[in-house]
């Protein structure tokens, strides 16, 4: 069973994540007792290991085995569906819109549409996403299918073969219209969510932004930004840092007027398909329209030219 750590789980023991997945004290001491039977970011741990925000979580235990893991609740709407293949499905999340259940979002998460999906074409469910979004980011969010697939991709991605594309909104421009943002990040003293920029040291973690700016207009840029790196809010991190914060940033920038959220769409995911090959795959959403509502410039994008 592979697990990510959402942001909403900060700082839980893996023994907590254990008892909210319902897993059994049986099995339980079977996962302590087996060699490498818990792991975090490939590494052994035991259930005392604090998670972390991205963390990977290995427990060596089949799917649903309890009875309760992958119980998600069925949403009320479908989700939309990018791109499907026998062992992967790629979905679009909107913005506002948790990518996994948790207290207050039982039944309006990514999660909760999935399982509404699979639950009208009549198949098991268990809610697998290989990469996540903030509630309040949207685009492309990519799930598996099954337990080895999960596993395949997620090597895959610590591997640093997916290809993240995001676009973004400034709240002001860049000295270079683009380059490279290269810096150390660690989570913000007494904050579970906010990080900061730090210099170099065992807490930290290295962190590299590309990207290149598509328009400037009205004192904002319009930017592609691709994260080498998958640190916690690293893009919205990276662009306050610079003195540009993300339109609408109301954690590391200022609230705005013209849209409730951050103007951050994941819009393109690239990967290669172990399963065909390692062809490579990639899958694209279109701007939602709370972003092209405050850019002329998105209201006529179109991914496929870039």
Not at 126 to 144: H, I, K, M, Q, W
Request: proline share 6%; with cysteine.
């Amino acid at each position: 069973m592979l697990i990510n750590i959402a942001a909403e789980q900060e700082g839980i023991t893996v023994y907590t994540l254990t008892r909210r997945l319902g897993i059994s004290r049986r099995n339980l001491i079977r996962l302590k007792n087996t060699a490498g039977g818990i792991q975090v970011n490939g590494s052994p741990v035991t259930v005392r290991c604090v998670l972390h925000t991205g963390d990977t979580v290995y427990l060596a235990i089949e799917d649903g085995e309890d009875g309760t893991v992958g119980n998600i609740l069925p949403g009320e709407n479908l989700p939309r569906v990018l791109w499907e293949s026998e062992q992967l499905i790629a979905y679009d999340k909107p913005p506002g819109m948790p990518t996994h259940p948790s207290h207050g979002h039982m039944t309006d998460s990514l999660g909760s549409a999935a399982c509404k999906l699979w639950q009208e074409r009549g198949e098991p469910f268990v809610f697998r996403p290989v990469n996540r979004l903030d509630r309040d980011t949207s685009g492309v969010v990519l799930t598996a299918k099954t337990q080895h697939a999960a596993w395949a991709m997620s090597r895959r991605l610590q591997a640093g073969a997916f290809s993240k594309k995001y676009i973004a909104v400034l709240d002001g421009t860049l000295e270079q219209p683009e380059g490279e943002i290269v810096s150390w990040i660690v989570r913000k003293t007494d904050s579970v969510i906010e990080r900061v920029v730090t210099v170099e040291g065992k807490e930290s973690d290295y962190a590299l932004t590309r990207y290149r700016t598509f328009k400037a207009e009205g004192g904002r840029a319009i930017v592609e930004a691709s994260p080498i790196t998958g640190r916690t809010h690293q893009l919205r991190v990276h662009f306050a840092w610079k003195g540009v914060p993300i339109l609408g940033d109301d954690l590391y920038g200022r609230p705005s007027e013209e849209i409730a959220r951050q103007a951050l769409h994941a819009y393109s995911l690239t990967f290669p398909n172990p399963f065909d090959g390692e062809r490579e795959v990639n899958v694209t959403s279109p701007i939602p329209d709370d972003m092209r509502r405050v850019s002329e410039y998105l209201r006529n994008f179109n991914p496929l030219r870039f």
